[in-house]
């Protein structure tokens, strides 16, 4: 199983990145894939969740409506789109597969937790300056 997270960089603030997750090395329709962020000397903090179909997604509530989240299942990837960046935002970002997946009644209970997931991406840097 492998997770690339790719695509953050250097952002004003207002502006906006797509994050990029490609999945390899398992089936992707029997998983949804999570993004979570990591700022310094924060916990790891759940960001957003989207289920194989693309039909279940969630997103942590400083969120909503700047994030979204998307699939190319041709591709194996997964998108996180990201606007109206905030210097909170500022974080190393993750994507990471579960252990199984989630029932549509799970998802808000379980996603957000760490413990959900077996397997992490390498993180990619997203910096956003005010």
């Known amino acids: 199983v492998q997770l690339q997270a790719f695509g953050g960089g250097l952002v004003p603030a207002g502006g906006s990145l797509r994050l990029s997750c490609a999945a390899s090395?398992?089936?992707?329709?029997?998983?949804?894939i999570g993004w979570f962020r990591q700022a310094p000397g924060k916990e790891r903090e759940w960001v957003s969740c989207i289920s194989s179909s693309g039909d279940d997604r969630y997103y942590a509530d400083s969120m909503k409506g700047r994030f979204t989240i998307s699939n190319d299942n041709a591709n194996n990837t997964v998108y996180l789109q990201m606007n109206n960046l905030k210097s909170e935002d500022t974080a190393v970002y993750f994507c990471?597969?579960?252990?199984?997946?989630?029932?549509?009644?799970?998802?808000?209970?379980?996603?957000?937790?760490?413990?959900?997931?077996?397997?992490w991406g390498q993180g990619t840097q997203v910096t956003v300056s005010s």
């Open positions: 090395g398992f089936t992707r329709d029997d998983y949804p």
């Open positions: 990471a597969k579960p252990k199984r997946e989630f029932s549509s009644s799970q998802y808000l209970a379980t996603a957000p937790t760490t413990d959900a997931y077996d397997y």
